[in-house]
């Protein structure tokens, strides 16, 4: 059997290494797992047998929350250096969980005790936690007052999947959900935001929702309790059209997403940040003095993009996981912000002119 024979396929690769398809590809765009062979004609992966066990190490270090930047160094650093990598992560993780088993248990002791249509089953969690993300894009006030549809989530329900949209003509959230089953053919909704909060509120008390949509109508079912979803009028952006005409990335970055949330909620600026992006470093800057950087894993050429902070900010706290990849094809076209451990969630940014020379 020749080496290509040996190869495989990357879904029963995913499946002896216990990693989804969608984080193979993921990590092959970091290069942390590059495949054996790709298919020039399908792009298609394969891998090897002898990439098992570096496959297997990836997920154990991502069960254990550790960011890819220090798991890089695990992967393929000295002994003593991944030895310090993994023994200062452990201590953060433990510090962390002590910190969040006290504050959770503050918050438990003060809280009282109490005990043809289209129709989607979801759960209340997911759902909640779907609008969490997405809700933070829909536009300020003062911009809603002339695009009211810009203060509204879109609700779809398509084929097999729940969507939850919402935009500022700045930022595109996008939170894909898979339901536990849905019945009718597609229809959509469009939510003003302060109306899905409440609902997502409701929803999280449920272990499983129901949402059905007749028309412009929408009810809610949970238990033993239903509501009606107050739907609003307008015609949302074309999203779909804005994801698919989206060029090819020509630059991605994985960054620690807390640290590089930190640098940015701390810069005293009031103008645009400049991110530089180098093979090993993502150098922040402001109006021309250096503010911050952080170690990075890139592939592709060096990038310079340069984002409003107050539209980047939110962003990078709606994503999941402790790091961001950023997938940059120009410093003028929207730049994709998404997380290995949730692939279901994508965020568009718009960039700004940059005023570092």
Known sequence: MDDTEA??????????????????????????????????????????????????????????GLPLVDASVVLDGRPEEARAVLERHARRTRDTALAAQSAIEEVLRALPVEPSRTAARIGGAELASAVRQVAPAVAPEAVRAEFPVLGRVLLELDGQEVRLVATDRFRLAVRVLRPISLDGGPAAVLVDVSAMKDFAAWALRHPEITVEIHENDAHVRGDNESRSLPTAEGTFPQYRMILEDLPTARSRVVVDRAALRAVLANADVTGPVTLRITENEVRISAGGSHVDALRAISTGPEARVAFDPAVLLPALDASVGPDVLLEISSASCPVVVRSADQGSFTTLVMPVRATDV
């Open 7 to 64: 190869l495989v396929a990357i879904g029963a690769f995913a499946r002896r290494v216990g990693l989804a398809p969608s984080a193979l590809r993921f990590y092959d765009d970091c290069g942390v797992l590059r495949p054996a062979f790709v298919d020039e004609a399908t792009g298609y992966r394969y891998y090897a047998p002898r990439q098992e066990a570096r496959a297997v190490l990836v997920r154990r270090l991502r069960d254990a």
